[in-house]
């Protein structure tokens, strides 16, 4: 599957943003929001699998972050709300055909989100 991760920015402390990625191909897929900071690790930052009945996050970002699915769109999105200066980051999103979010199958180009305090 193609991905195709949008809605990154320029934001200040305290606002929100919504990250959008586009899907093509074979889309009955689990996806997935990772990100990687200025010189750290990438590291996962919610999941959600094709019927949405599985949803999980990190727990830096529960209660801030909702991730949802379209799938008539074949879009997932992730909602960021109160945005802090330590999410900064490369947003990625990935994909793969069953739920695993610790290796998915495929990729998207990254999306920058800046916060500034």
């Known amino acids: 599957v193609q991905l195709q991760a949008s809605g990154g920015g320029l934001v200040q402390a305290g606002d929100s943003l919504r990250l959008s990625c586009a899907a093509s191909g074979r889309t009955n897929y689990a996806m997935y929001w990772f990100r990687q900071a200025p010189g750290k690790e990438r590291e996962f930052v919610a999941g959600i699998n094709w019927t949405g009945g599985i949803i999980n996050y990190t727990d830096f970002v529960k209660g801030r972050f909702t991730i949802s699915r379209d799938n008539a769109k074949n879009t997932v999105y992730l909602q960021m709300n109160r945005l802090q200066p330590e999410d900064t980051a490369v947003y990625y999103c990935?994909?793969?055909?069953?739920?695993?979010?610790?290796?998915?199958?495929?990729w998207g180009q990254g999306t920058l989100v800046t916060v500034s305090s």
């Open positions: 990935a994909a793969s055909r069953r739920w695993r979010p610790q290796e998915p199958d495929d």
